[in-house]
């Protein structure tokens, strides 16, 4: 009784993961979004005994994934990191000087 509330609760966390991640406007808050719905994806694949598609979800689709977004924010200019944020701040003082 207690794996299938356990089991419930996880189907329902996913349904409003993907909800939210197709109403967020932050593509950084949508990717961490999509990193809990694969974590949570690997739990139900352990409570259903299937641990070789856990591991390959908890690898792949929170680990591998994640970073490719993640790089590839940073390769369009979606995702700064500080230097890059203090030379823009720099560039616009400069332009405000000059």
Same mark, same amino acid.
Do not use: P
């Given at each position: 009784m +207690?794996?299938?509330?356990t089991s419930l609760a996880l189907l329902l966390f996913l349904i409003v993961c993907a @909800?939210?991640? +197709?109403?967020? *406007?932050?593509?950084?808050?949508?990717?961490?979004?999509?990193?809990?719905f694969g974590t949570v994806m690997s739990v139900i694949w352990?409570?259903?005994?299937?641990a070789d598609l856990a591991i390959t979800e908890a690898a792949v689709g929170v680990g591998v994934d994640a970073i490719l977004y993640f790089l590839t924010l940073r390769k369009i200019g979606a995702l700064k990191g500080k230097e890059e944020k203090?030379? /823009?701040? %720099?560039?616009? /003082? %400069? *332009? *405000? @000087?000059?």
């Open positions: +207690s794996v299938q509330i @909800v939210c991640a +197709s109403l967020c *406007k932050n593509t950084f808050h949508t990717i961490l979004i999509y990193m809990t352990l409570l259903l005994q299937a203090a030379n /823009e701040a %720099d560039m616009a /003082e %400069d *332009k *405000k @000087v000059g």
